[in-house]
């Protein structure tokens, strides 16, 4: 997965954007213009958001975020641009997702998050796959950090589209190394 290189000046939202072209699957090389994996697009700025549209070809993006949390941000500058959108959360309520606050921050307990995000949110999993597999554009998904649902969903991915991927998102390029627990579960 490549990261998107940003403009030589301060970063705004999106920091964390990452195309999928150039990963191998059984089937060849993702080519450009596929899926790019990102933080909250929300909070893009405007060239940020048409940069993504002009120079990246996205027609699309997929707001893995809860109702709640698009409440407060709403779509941003892409919601202004001729991008399809399509609101699939894969968590409703972001304090229920954990079992004990305390352990919210500690990314070793992440794994029972993961697998509880696939048990619960597997229909919007599949409805986010199809968006992928019936775009014309490059589609561009995220969630308030791109991290977590953002990180299974790219798992979710390229175990579509290759099986195999498994050893793949075990060593990082999905969102964490503890992704991978969501495949042994």
Known sequence: MTLIDALPFPLSAPVNVRD???????HGQISSGFALRADDLSIA???SAQDLVDRHGVTAVIDL???EEVSLTGRGPLGLLPVNYHHLPLMTDLSASVDDPRRFLDQASFG???VRIVERSAAQLVA??????QSRGTVAFHCAAGQDRT???AA???LGLDPRSWTRC???YAASARVADVVAA
Request: charged residues 15%; without cysteine; positive net charge.
């Open 112 to 114: 029972s998050l993961y």
């Open 151 to 153: 990180g299974v969903l």
């Open 65 to 67: 975020r809860s109702a």
């Open 170 to 172: 075990r060593f990082g």
């Open 45 to 47: 700025d405007a060239v």
């Open 156 to 158: 979710m991915l390229l």
């Open 20 to 26: 999928f072209a150039g990963l191998r699957t059984q």
């Open 128 to 133: 986010a796959l199809a968006v992928i597999a």
